[in-house]
């Protein structure tokens, strides 16, 4: 009896594999010629038309309260400015808000609290990049006094993106031709495609601190060139 359980559980694990085995095989391709592997890279080039940049102010003062407030206060006046520029509600955004103690350590004695500092924090992102520069120079003249970047990128980068991925192929199946020519060999079919890398946005600039009084600044940001990439594996077939 105990022999035939184990038979009968047996028997019911083959029919569970079996199905599974089924199912494995019906989607791995043989490959009865000589497999290529090829890594190919497709690249397209766009002029960017969104530039983010982080703008923001650093106040002192002997109080938390005082220190947050003169740093709200000027937050305020930064934010209208760029509101009149035409920049919209949904291009503005606060990233930081902080407040931090400052101390003396005088030798051989506790350390002692002199004041505090805040810190408030926009990310901007400028859809005409040509006149970005100018709204900068605003925002510092209404007390910015910290400004990083800019992160130069593209808004919707879907259609270079395909087109990157098109020529990634098309350099893929040349580069296949290219080894099946030297081999003696032509390409059969494409057994299978991958993308295995695509557009990254590069790092924004570390931050510059600015000084107050630079009202009379000009300051200019080009937006140049940006390259994007998509990768893809492929592996063909040669006979």
């Known amino acids: 009896m105990r022999n035939a359980i184990i038979a009968a559980l047996m028997l019911g694990a083959a029919a569970w594999a079996a199905p599974a085995a089924a199912q494995q095989a019906s989607i791995t391709q043989t490959i009865a010629g000589t497999r290529l592997d090829i890594n190919a890279t497709g690249e397209v080039t766009r ?41 919209e509600d949904r291009d503005i955004q606060t990233s930081n808000v902080s407040l931090n103690p400052e101390y003396r350590y005088p030798e051989n004695q506790s350390p002692q609290l002199t004041g505090y500092t805040a810190s408030n924090q926009l990310t901007i992102r400028f859809r005409d990049i040509r006149n970005s520069g100018k709204i900068l120079d605003a925002l510092v003249a209404q007390g910015a006094n910290q400004i990083s ?76 060139e940006q390259k994007l990439q998509v990768s893809v594996a492929m592996t063909f077939e040669l006979q």
């Open 47 to 87: 002029v960017p038309d969104v530039a983010v940049i982080s703008a923001g102010v650093v106040t002192r003062s002997t109080s938390a309260t005082g220190a947050l407030q003169e740093a709200a206060d000027r937050m305020q006046r930064m934010i209208g400015a760029l509101k009149r520029a035409g920049i």
């Open 149 to 224: 970047g800019p992160n130069l990128t593209i808004d919707k980068p879907e259609a270079a993106l395909d087109e990157a991925r098109a020529n990634a192929i098309a350099a893929g199946r040349a580069r296949a031709e290219l080894y099946a020519r030297s081999l003696g060999l032509h390409v059969l079919r494409v057994v299978a495609v991958s993308e295995s890398g695509g557009y990254a946005v590069p790092p924004p600039a570390p931050p510059m601190p600015m000084m107050a009084r630079m009202e009379a600044a000009q300051t200019k940001i080009e937006p140049g």
